[in-house]
């Protein structure tokens, strides 16, 4: 379900973003396959600009216009061991449902903080492509770039971007070092985009929205079912546990 989910997010951002497909039906006086409230957002017409050709009235700037590094730095003793922490170790490539996390017991180093659907992006070897939305309110290794937009209106536009394989290419070029690479945010930030006008991100974000809650949603309903299974099996197997019983408490557990 999750993948499905992430394809159509992926297919809606490259319609809407990449190849403007709105701009041209609406050129072209053909059904853009969208309500007309939202149709309507779109010019009629493309112009050129060092990008290639965008709808007229977008321009073309940096990320950084509508996205934010909050560098929310937390020192190790400022952690609480039961912290939810994710590291790169935890991060799975093209793919922004993070699924897996850890605790912060026995961290010895600063760590960032991030907040639940908080974007967060690899920095190290970013051509691994780990990009992904924070499940759960936490800490993250440094060499993980958290950024949130500037306005709820833009996240999808920024989710879109900064998971796409164009960019983490862009990332990728710009970093340094031989052995282990890095970007930094400043280069992430500088990252040129044709932008739309806010009515446009904040469509798109509407559509977005609740496809990646129930994708965090997946997450914590398939680790509930995780601890679920590992607490009742071993019970089961050595008969301390009754079906009847174990049915009772998995319809208690909300599953």
Known sequence: MTETLEGMARALFKSWFVDFDPAHANAESRDPGMPSSVAG??????????????????SVRGLEDVVENPRRTVSADEIEPTSPYIGLEHMPRKSIALTQWATAKGLESGKFK???GDILFGKLRPYFHKVGIAPVDGVCSTDIVVVTPREERWFGFVLGHMSSDAFVAYADGGSTGTKMPRTSWDEMARYAVPLPPADIA?????????????????IHESNTLAILRDTLLPKLTFGELRVPDAERMAVEAGT
Do not use: C, Y
């Open 41 to 58: 957002l779109f010019s009629a017409s493309l112009k050129g600009s060092e990008l290639g050709d965008i709808p007229s009235g977008w």
């Open 114 to 116: 991030h907040n639940r």
């Open 202 to 218: 904040e469509a798109f974000t509407a559509v977005i929205r609740p496809i990646t809650e129930r994708i965090l949603a997946a």
